[in-house]
């Protein structure tokens, strides 16, 4: 538990500092979202396409 509104905002700006900055992604061919952000060229798939969910328009 956080004890002031500020000690959480750090703890979450730190965390996705981390997430973005740090740590690689396999979806990103093993890049952090920053490389792979700043990579020239598309990145090649790492997950099979899905199909699309209906939704409850066609009721």
């Known amino acids: 538990m ?3 509104y ?3 905002l750090n703890a ?6 981390y997430y ?3 740590r690689p992604h396999m979806s ?3 890049l952090t979202p920053n490389e ?3 990579k020239k060229g598309a990145l090649s798939s790492k ?3 899905r199909n699309k969910v209906m ?5």
Request: net charge positive; proline share 0%; aromatic share 14%.
């Open 12 to 17: 979450v700006s730190k965390a996705i500092d």
């Open 47 to 49: 997950w099979k396409k």
């Open 20 to 22: 973005n900055r740090v």
């Open 28 to 30: 990103c061919n093993y």
């Open 55 to 59: 939704s409850n328009s066609h009721l």
């Open 6 to 8: 500020g000690e959480a």
């Open 2 to 4: 956080f004890k002031t």
């Open 36 to 38: 792979a952000y700043t």
